[in-house]
């Protein structure tokens, strides 16, 4: 079904506008069969901040931000679906086009803005969906225009609580202008001091649902310490290293688009972004489990990604040149090299190089 989809549907929507290609994509994923899902591997099986996961491939933020399709994706053989960000109230974004594509680069820039169709429309998807299994969280920011952004973030925990299976506190966005100071210092601080709050409140009802935070990777190393004291101190279950970055590579091929404004996502972040996961392991030093996401595109690059730090890693920029066929390779390479090496499990994996990685030149 991904092949038939992936061959039909690709080189169409290669040609399309890139918001309307991903348009399409997820009003195909809504028309496709509702046959079970394929089962795992049971080597690819991890625990994570309390949850089981089937496997440790997610579909990251972004794809499915107003929750139309965690179903769909998760059949496709997806560990684990993010969907949002979703804010509170509903909002448009930034004027298009605000999605551009960098094939030679196989990277993606976007400053789509956080549209969100709004709380209200996204919790309704998510509880005719309850009971349904597998593992949905929600990412969660603020409305541009909010006078109090940290308080969105209180009512959308408090909202969702009784439908995610984690929480992802999105303060990385760089296209919510004044978004990414939340990461700094007091701010950081105080937010977190909320989020855990508002988390404690409403776990009488939901229990306690593990809260990520989601980092830039454009963070200074200073900050970073500070970011990761924060987290540990109060307590946060996990980090997501991490958004898209507003660097752009002097490597990037397609110089024109790689003008546009906005963050830059898949192969062209994957240096940087492994390199901060390796940063924010070394600083953890296990008091919470790290995802990784940025750039990848293979089972090499995931489990890049798993030796330095990750727990779980999530893509999404990949799919757009190399099809929902991916995910299945990814976990099969996944499988062959713990095949080559039985003795070895995932989680053993888990920050092998980090150490090593942090002594590297700095990517450029
Ligand atoms: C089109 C697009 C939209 C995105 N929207 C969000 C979002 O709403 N919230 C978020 O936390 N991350 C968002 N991201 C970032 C991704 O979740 C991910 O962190 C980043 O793209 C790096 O992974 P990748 O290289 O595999 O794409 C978006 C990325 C892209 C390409």
Not at 150 to 163: C, G, H, K, N, Q
Not at 333 to 353: F, I, Y
């Amino acid at each position: 079904m991904i092949g038939l989809f992936d061959r039909l549907a690709r080189p169409l929507l290669g040609l399309l506008d890139a918001e309307n290609a991903h348009r399409l994509a997820v009003q195909g994923l809504k028309l496709a069969p509702r046959g079970p899902a394929h089962g795992d591997d049971a080597r690819l099986s991890v625990r994570v901040f309390g949850l089981n996961f089937p496997n440790p491939v997610g579909m990251a933020a972004g794809f499915d931000k107003h929750g139309e399709v965690p179903d769909a994706l998760l059949r496709l053989g997806f560990g684990f679906v993010e969907v949002g960000t979703v804010t509170p109230r509903p909002q448009a974004g930034n004027p298009r086009p605000r999605l551009f594509r960098l094939p030679s680069d196989q990277g993606v820039i976007n400053r789509l803005g956080f549209n969100s169709e709004g709380a209200q429309a996204v919790l309704a998807r998510l509880a005719a969906r309850a009971g349904s299994g597998g593992l949905v969280g929600v990412n969660v920011g603020a409305n541009k225009e909010s006078p109090d952004r940290i308080a969105d973030y209180v009512s959308l925990i408090e909202t969702f609580a009784p439908v995610a299976s984690y929480f992802t506190v999105n303060i990385s966005s760089p296209n919510t202008p004044g978004l990414r100071d939340l990461q700094q210092g007091q701010l950081f601080d105080e937010l977190l001091a909320r989020v855990v709050d508002a988390r404690a409140r409403v776990s009488r009802q939901a229990g306690l649902t593990p809260l990520l935070v989601k980092i830039a990777p454009d963070l200074t190393l200073n900050e970073l310490d500070d970011v990761v004291g924060a987290a540990r101190r109060r307590r946060v279950d996990g980090m997501i290293v991490g958004n898209t970055t507003l660097a752009r590579p002097p490597s990037l091929k397609d110089a024109k688009t790689a003008k546009e404004a906005g963050g830059l996502s898949g192969r062209p972040l994957f240096a940087l972004s492994t390199r901060m996961l390796a940063e924010t392991y070394v600083r953890a030093e296990g008091a919470f489990p790290l995802v990784g996401t940025g750039g990848i595109d293979s089972g090499r690059t995931a489990l890049a990604k798993i030796r330095a730090g990750a727990s779980l890693v999530q893509l999404y920029s990949s799919l757009v040149f190399r099809g929902l066929g991916l995910v299945g390779d990814i976990k099969a390479e996944l499988v062959k090299e713990l095949s080559r090496n039985r003795h070895v499990s995932l989680p053993e994996l888990v920050g092998a190089d980090a150490a090593a990685m942090t002594a590297e030149s700095w990517p450029r």
